[in-house]
């Protein structure tokens, strides 16, 4: 019998399944359902230290498409399927002095579950470092097994926070030298998918003293303007900006990013976020080095369950456990990075004018 048991970043998962910093993550009350559900663990919606006030409007739309009229859509129609979710919405607006009794309580509540605070704060001096500090210490101080740094928003104003400074290796160090500083447990960071240089920026962050990087956060995008009515599908006051893009439509774009950190660190530890809806997708992550996976859309979709993904977490593990079983496999970790070797330079795949030598010889050997 295979286990759904995993160790990751040091820690005891029991599954591999975690909500992804979000709506489902936002309060004590959601948190606990969702472990209540089986969800092995959590990164809570990012808490910062700055105040937070979100647009006078919906923060998140869930657009769909259907075979007969497949356009892309938030509108209501027959027989959709989900297309991606798109939002706007900025990080928590509770304060750090009101999430930290509800993380001590989530924490003694559920001691077998992983608890992983999103923290974020800017990069523009000693200051900012000071704010990293004590975020960490705080959410560390009240039992939380690990942090994700934010380092991935996609709607920032400010130039020192979230996706705008994951270019900069620099800044990437510095957050990193202060937060180990005065922590010790490990230390997920949060990528944003929207940079050219996204393999050195993980680099830079595991040579900093990184556990893990967490990827994707979710991808810049518009959302649709209607041809009748002129309308955005989300504004405000006829304004719009640029937001993040998630769910299913992410997935293949998601998994290329993860593949590529895999690739150039195999050792290293990843923690796989993008479109998971399922045990197919989850099982996607996870040949392409993933050891952990993150879903945030497919939860809030699901109607009924408060958008923790109650049936969600039942699904994923049944259908994990039933696929170990059929396989044979004791764990993920028996067919982790099983696809690593086979992504390969353009210029290696077989031209039409070569012979077929027997290709790849696909094996369950893994990481
Ligand atoms: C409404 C909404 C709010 C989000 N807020 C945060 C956040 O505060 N911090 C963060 O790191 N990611 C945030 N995310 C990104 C998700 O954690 C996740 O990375 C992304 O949605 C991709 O996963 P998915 O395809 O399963 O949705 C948010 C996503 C959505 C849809």
Request: charged letters at 20%; aromatic letters at 6%.
């Amino acid at each position: 019998m295979g286990t759904l048991s995993t160790t990751f970043t040091g820690l005891e998962f029991v599954n591999p399944f975690v909500l992804a910093s979000a709506p489902p993550t936002e309060s004590k009350r959601k948190i606990l359902k969702a472990f209540e559900a089986g969800w092995g663990g959590v990164v809570t919606k990012t808490i910062g230290l700055h105040p937070v006030e979100n647009v006078a409007g919906p923060k998140t739309i869930f657009q769909r498409s259907s075979e007969e009229k497949p356009y892309v859509s938030r509108t209501k129609r027959p027989d959709t399927v989900s297309h991606s979710s798109w939002n706007w919405e900025l990080i928590s607006d509770q304060a750090l002095e009101l999430w930290l009794p509800d993380l001590e309580e989530i924490k003694t509540t559920y001691p077998d579950r992983m608890l992983i605070a999103s923290i974020m704060a800017g990069a523009g001096g000693e200051e900012e470092m000071n704010n990293w500090k004590k975020l960490a210490t705080a959410c560390v101080n009240v039992g939380c097994d690990a942090l994700e740094l934010n380092l991935s928003c996609p709607h920032m104003d400010r130039k020192d926070m979230g996706a705008h400074i994951a270019n900069d290796e620099d800044i990437i160090r510095s957050i990193l030298k202060a937060v180990t500083s005065v922590v010790s447990v490990p230390i997920w960071v949060k990528l944003t998918p929207a940079t050219s240089t996204l393999v050195d920026a993980a680099g830079a962050a595991y040579e900093a003293g990184a556990s893990s990087i967490s990827l994707c956060n979710t991808f810049p995008s518009l959302p649709l303007m209607d041809p009748e009515t002129l309308k955005f599908e989300v504004e405000v006051d006829g304004l719009v900006t640029s937001g993040g893009l998630g769910g299913l439509a992410i997935l293949p774009q998601a998994l290329q990013r993860v593949s590529d950190i895999h690739r150039a660190y195999p050792d290293k530890a990843i923690s796989g976020i993008g479109g998971i809806r399922g045990f197919r997708e989850a099982f996607n992550f996870i040949v392409h080095g993933a050891g952990n996976l993150q879903v945030c859309t497919a939860a809030m979709e699901e109607k009924g369950s408060g958008g923790v993904g109650v049936k969600l977490i039942q699904e994923l593990t049944q259908d994990l456990s039933a696929y170990l079983d059929r396989k044979g496999y004791g764990s993920i970790e028996e067919f982790r990075g099983l696809a690593r070797e086979r992504i390969v330079e353009h210029s290696q795949v077989r031209r039409k004018s070569e012979t077929y030598n027997g290709g790849f010889e696909v094996s369950a050997e893994a990481s």
